[in-house]
């Protein structure tokens, strides 16, 4: 079985700063992409970013140049460096990765079940 666990949300003011962290466990033998998303009450799922195992990443337009994706290849960690948090990015973010557990495998696609982020206004 494979978990995927975030950690890093929480209350912040308008203008700051988080960091999520979001770490992969189990039988894993590869992960090629890993992602964001999010969900506001009353709004659908979005994607934030995602990025591959190569490094290659896509931001949605609303969250270009204020959050930055990354991950650790080595920890099977993804990363998302929230800066200048506006009240409209309050939603729980949950993490996603598309692992292979195996040479057979085809891949899976495994998801956290998200952390808080709240921002005040």
């Known amino acids: 079985q494979v978990q995927l666990v975030e950690s890093g949300g929480g209350l912040v003011q308008a203008g700051g700063s988080l960091r999520l962290s979001c770490t992969a466990s189990g039988s894993i033998l590869s992960i090629n992409t890993m992602g964001w998303y999010r969900q506001a009450p009353g709004k659908q799922r979005e994607l934030v970013a995602s990025?591959?195992?190569?490094?290659?990443?896509n931001y949605a337009d609303s969250v270009k140049g204020r959050f930055t994706i990354s991950r650790d290849n080595a920890k099977n960690t993804v990363f998302l460096q929230m800066n200048s948090l506006k009240p409209e990015d309050t939603a729980v973010y949950r993490c996603?990765?598309?692992?292979?557990?195996?040479?057979?495998?085809?891949?899976?696609?495994?998801w956290g079940r998200g952390t808080q982020v709240t921002v005040s206004s």
């Open positions: 990025i591959t195992s190569g490094g290659s990443t």
């Open positions: 996603n990765a598309y692992v292979r557990r195996s040479l057979g495998d085809l891949g899976t696609l495994y």
